[in-house]
């Protein structure tokens, strides 16, 4: 079977647009957070980038160039959808137990309820983006038992995106032999992503 390979014909004006606008914003000042609403958007847009990054980079690895050929199979787009929104379920909780247990620590911050507000808010957007309503009422308890259990004094030192990572290997649609295989990969590919988001909004936070 001959191998597929990308060309520059392959790439729509969409995709195009996408990718230099991705590259222009590496080199625009990034804004400061400092207050609710910026903190709802660095929240949602950073959740969304570690997910999709981290779940098509592993097909991407996985499959090789064909993977590309994949997104014509209306089965195979269907579970990668369904992984897509349940990892950034996953994932939205973990970044706003962390954020909210960082500032709690580090800037006295002591309105954690407003965790739940804003949570509550993203997923209600994300309707509208076509999330599954059954995601989001899951995503809802979910959130409810981990909200009454967290420690909001140490959540932020205490490995507060293993839930996201583990979420990673558990929906992402490959075989279960060659997850376990890929097991501790999977695990770092987002713990490293997620290193960098953390990075940054201790750079950007001015609460």
Do not use: C
Not at 30 to 58: C, G, P, R
Not at 63 to 87: C, E, P, Q
Not at 90 to 103: G, K, P, W
Not at 178 to 202: A, C, G, P
């Amino acid at each position: 079977m001959a191998k597929y390979k990308l060309t520059w014909k392959d790439l729509r004006l969409d995709d195009l647009k996408t990718y230099l606008f991705a590259m222009f914003k590496a080199f625009v000042p990034k804004k400061k957070i400092k207050n609710l609403d910026e903190l709802e958007h660095f929240i949602q847009t950073k959740s969304a980038w570690v997910t999709q990054v981290t779940l098509y980079n592993y097909l991407k690895t996985r499959m090789g160039t064909r993977y590309v050929l994949h997104f014509d199979n209306d089965v195979f787009m269907s579970s990668v959808n369904l992984a897509k929104w349940n990892i950034y379920s996953v994932s939205l909780q973990d970044l706003i137990f962390f954020t909210f247990s960082y500032l709690k620590n580090n800037f006295n911050y002591q309105e954690t309820d407003k965790a739940k507000e804003i949570f509550n808010k993203i997923l209600d957007d994300e309707i509208s983006n076509q999330m599954p309503l059954k995601i989001i009422e899951e995503a809802r308890a979910n959130f409810e038992e981990r909200f009454q259990n967290i420690n909001w004094d140490n959540y932020y030192t205490d490995i507060p995106f293993n839930p996201s990572a583990l979420s990673l290997y558990k929906w992402a649609p490959i075989a279960d032999e060659l997850k376990t295989l890929d097991r501790k990969i999977i695990l770092n590919s987002m713990i490293l992503k997620w290193d960098v988001i953390k990075q940054e909004f201790q750079n950007l936070i001015q609460f």
